[in-house]
Structures are given as C-alpha cells and as structure tokens.
C-alpha cells in the first residue's frame, strides 16, 4: 500500500516537472520567437546610444575679412543619473568645476527615472575638460559650438543671433540660416554595463556651414553707430538710423540703429532695440521726398532748373494751408531755389500745376516707393503709399512735401543713389558671398535719364552751398543732398514731433558714397539741416578718408578760383 502510494506520488511529482518543463519550453519559445524584436530593441536600447555631432556654423565676415560672427568651442556636459555612483559628490564635484550650484545639480543626479540630464550646455572648454579629467561616473561629454559676436554691438541689429542650439532667430543669422547651419553628424555607440564606451558600430561625418562675407565695413559702421548714438544722446532723440551706400552698386557699407544691443546679451535686450529698423520700421521724409516731385517734373519736361514761379507766403490746397517752414514775403523763386530753400509752396505749387496728381502717383511708384527694394535684409517693410484712385482733394498738397506718405529709410537711400548712379537704381544689398562664391544682384534699373540726374545733383549741391543744408560740407569735397524735417502724426493728427534728416552724396562730382541720417523726435532742435546733417557730415568725412577718396575740390583749388574771380574784369 505504501508502495502503491509512493509510485502515485512519483508519478504526480514526475507529471509536475513535466507540466513544468512544457510551461517553461513555451514560455522560452514564446520569448526567443514572439518577444525576441522588442527584446532586442530593448537590449539595443541599453546598450547603443546615438550621439549627435553638432556641425559648426559658418563664419560672418565684413568686406575686410573681420569676423563679424564665430562659432567658439564650448563643451556640453550631460549625465545618467542610472550610472551615477555617488549623486552627492558628483554634484559637489560637478559644481565646483564649472561654477554652478552643487544644491540645484543634486536633485537631478539622484533622479533615476531619468537617462539623460544637461549639467551645462555649452560649457567653457577648459573648465568641461578639467571636470572630464576627474572620471566622474555618469558623466558624459559632447563637443558643441557657441556662438559668439567679437565686435558685441556693431551691426547687430543688421547681423541677429543664433540661440543656444545654433539655429538663427532673428536677422541675417536667421534669414541665411540654411547655408550657415550645414549638416549635423552622429555616432552610434555601444557601452558597457557601467555606461562606458567600448564601440563605434556607425558614424556620419558632420558637414559645416558656409561662411558668408557681408558688404558692410567694421570700421565706417562703428563710426556711424557712435556718431549716430551721440546725436541722438545730444537731442534726447527717440532714436535713430544711419545707412552708407556705394551708389553704384548698392553694397551697403554701414547701417546703424540707435539704441541698438549687444548681440552676445540678446535674450535681455527687448525686441523693440533688436530690430533693424532701418528697414522695418517707416516714417514720414517730409523735404527729402521733393527728390520725387522735382525729378519727376524734370523728366517729363515741364520745368527747368531755371523756370520760374510767383510764390505766395502760403498755398491753399482744398482745405489745407500749407505753408514753408520760416516766413518769407511773397516772391519769384527758380526751381533750383525751391529745392535749395525746401520752399512747400514752390514745390506744391510744381505738383499741382505742372505735373498733376495722376503724374506724382507714377513718379512715386517708379521711385520705388510703396513696394521693398529687394534687398537682402529680412523684415523689409514696403512703406506706406495711398493708391490714387484713394486720394483725398488735399493729397497733392501733402505728398509732394513728404507727409501723408510713409516710407523706410532704405527705401529713401535707393532713391537717392538712383540719382548718384546716373539715373540707374541699384539694388541694396549686404551680402557679397555666401561659401565662396559671389552672390549676385543685377545691374539695377533706370529711374530718370542721366540728363535729369545730373540736373538733380546740380541743385542738391546748391542746397548745401547755400540752401537748407549747409551744415553738411566737407571741406576739399563738393557735397550734394536735401535737408528733411517732418511732423509726425499720431491717432490721425500731427502732434508737435518731427523726424529730422538729411540724405547726401559725396564727392558731388564723381559720386563714391550716399548717405542718410534719419533722427526721430529730437529735442531742442528740430530741423534736418540742424540736427541731421552735421552727422551726414562726420560719417561721410570719416568714410572718405578710411576709404582713401581724393578730395574733388581741395582749399587750394578754391581758394585759387575765389581769387581769379575778385581780380576778373
């Protein structure tokens, strides 16, 4: 009977290990055949880690070669909370290496829900290389780049910035972000149970960005920045915008805002000073449009430099009353004296009575105005143009003087370096290469005739010999430009603000440089040829001699003419 039962309960432990065995026989078939992909991804998971290599952004650079923005090496230092020994004094230790507080790292190195936590991102070199030499367990490192501006706030408002993960974010950083970004590569990487590399099973090398070589000037757009700042400064002015122009090519050379940023502090400067307003922003020109309505008449051959007009104190235009900017008794004045003296009266009388509204309309749309230059600047506002057919009975009383028109002051300097080129507009433009090879940007297009042009640059050269704009000379240069001097309108009405500017070419005779200062709201002093052209003068006078251009009217000459004159018969 004890037998019987012992055989039975063999027999029952015997039918166990069997049930057992088939239970685990499936359950390791169900693993090795069913489970086995998610069980190897799993394991790969542990094991492999794909590390991504950064591709360096390309270098910007001026005309000279100055690097303008550079990418520095920097090192980003991770950790794995999972292999980390000790949290406590990897923090501590972590923290004094790299200047940071050991209280806030240690929470995240204890924390091993987590595989992957930033200590620093873009850590100096040397103090991430001195850390990486304590062989902290569950640190990791990875090369990255910082970017950096050497000149801080020169150009800055021309140039934005790139953020923390190289990408652009704001102005040519941003806009050319494709060509300087390149391609990042990667290495994917087995390691150990302690975390430790031991392979490369794939790579893919990282390709950089291209270099990108810009028209602008170092030096003349640091000059023009500090000019430009200490104007504003001297007038409590709200601002500011300065732009060098070669003429004939329309490579700027310059273009300043003020107040503008550093480009290294970008997050704590406020978006307001971080924009290139010599190209977003608008204004109303006031006395430098009259470029449009004389050229205009010009070109279509209903004035001369010398036609004359009988000029009332002041003009009624539907219900409007316009009037020049000093008193001055009724008068006989030439169009070159209109331009000269900005007479309102002269140069409304010219619209309304020799070219017509529809005729000042067209002028203003080959002028460009209304619609961007196609420069290469991102953010690039088209102005503000009534239509025509929108036209109230006072328009072509207030556009032909520069108000009831908004425009930019790029916009503005392609006008006038239309005239400076011969009649020709070239296109503005700051970007000469892009990865070697040279960007390009057409011949420009015919605004007026060369004969018209030179007729303009004659009488502008009168505005600062004897007109509004005197101010602006050059001693040993012949100076051609127009004055500006504009109420600002707010909710619809003019309130008692102005923008004041001056727009100049320089040499007169043979054009090497335009120029426009713009100051917005100044104090104290409110005309162009006050406050603005003073500052023409010293950015030109500064650009000329940085430039080597030769004089075009030395003391001597003038000196030997004046003489020649008193002694003539």
């Known amino acids: 009977m004890n037998d019987r039962r012992a055989n039975v309960r063999i027999r029952l432990l015997l039918v166990g290990f069997g049930v057992l065995f ?27 880690q794909t590390i991504e290599i950064p591709a360096g952004r390309g270098t910007i650079f001026d005309r000279t070669g100055e690097p303008l923005a550079i990418g520095e090496q920097a090192i980003t230092v991770y950790a794995d909370p999972r292999n980390v020994v000790a949290p406590k004094k990897a923090a501590v230790k972590a923290a004094e290496t790299l200047g940071l507080s050991a209280d806030k790292l240690y929470p995240k190195l204890r924390d091993r829900a987590k595989q992957f936590v930033y200590i620093e991102r873009k850590a100096d070199a040397i103090k991430a290389t001195d850390l990486e030499d304590l062989h902290v367990s569950g640190l990791g490192f990875y090369p990255e780049e910082r970017r950096t501006y050497p000149q801080g706030r020169v150009a800055a408002n021309v140039l934005g910035f790139a953020g923390t993960d190289n990408f652009g974010l704001d102005g040519l950083e941003r806009s050319l972000d494709k060509s300087l970004s390149g391609r990042s590569g990667y290495e994917i ?8 590399a031991i392979d490369v099973v794939k790579s893919r090398q990282e390709r950089n960005g291209k270099n990108v070589v810009l028209t ?8 023009a920045e500090q000019l430009l700042s200490a104007a504003v400064s001297r007038y409590g002015a709200k601002g500011g915008t300065a732009i060098v122009m070669d003429p004939h090519t329309g490579a700027i050379l310059a273009m300043a805002n003020a107040p503008t940023f550093d480009a290294n502090d970008f997050a704590s400067a406020p978006a307001d000073l971080r924009r290139n307003r010599a190209v977003t922003d608008v204004y109303e020109p006031g006395s430098t449009f009259k470029i449009v309505t004389i050229a205009g008449a010009l070109e279509d051959n209903v004035v001369t430099p010398d036609t004359s007009f009988w000029l009332q104190p002041t003009i009624h235009v539907a219900d409007r009353v316009i009037h020049d900017s000093h008193w001055r008794p009724a008068e006989r004045m030439t169009v070159r004296q209109i331009l000269a003296e900005s007479s309102n009266v002269g140069t409304v009388t010219i619209a309304t009575e020799r070219l017509g509204g529809r005729e000042l309309a067209r002028w203003i749309d080959r002028f460009g105005f209304g619609h961007t230059t196609g420069s290469d600047l991102p953010g690039e506002s088209p102005g503000m143009v009534l239509p025509y057919d929108k036209w109230s009975g006072s328009t072509i009383g207030t556009v032909p003087i520069g108000q009831g028109i908004a425009v930019t002051p790029l916009q503005m300097i392609s006008a006038y370096s239309a005239i400076a080129n011969g009649g020709v507009m070239p296109r503005p433009h700051v970007i000469d290469k892009i990865g070697g090879k040279r960007v390009g940007h057409g011949d420009g297009r015919r605004v007026v005739s060369r004969h018209t042009a030179d007729r303009m640059i004659a009488m502008f050269r009168d505005v600062v010999l ?9 001693p040993g240069y012949t100076v051609a430009g127009k004055t500006g001097t504009a109420n600002k309108a707010e909710n619809g009405h003019y309130v008692s603000k102005y923008v004041a500017s001056f727009v100049g070419i320089v040499p007169a005779r043979k054009p090497r440089l335009a120029i426009l200062v713009m100051v917005d709201e100044p104090h104290g002093q409110i005309y162009g040829g006050t406050v603005a052209a003073p500052v023409f003068r010293d950015i030109a006078r500064f650009a000329l001699q940085y430039l080597e251009v030769p004089p075009d009217a030395p003391e001597t000459k003038r000196s030997s003419s004046l003489v020649a004159s008193l002694v003539a018969p």
């Open 189 to 196: 990487v087995v390691r150990d149970p302690a975390g430790q």
């Open 216 to 223: 602008l000037d170092h030096q003349i757009q640091a000059n």
């Open 466 to 474: 004897e007109g509004t704009g005197t101010e602006a000379a050059i």
């Open 22 to 48: 088939a239970v685990t026989l499936v359950r390791a078939a169900w693993i090795q055949v069913v489970r086995a992909p998610s069980f190897e991804a799993m394991a790969s998971r542990q094991h492999r």
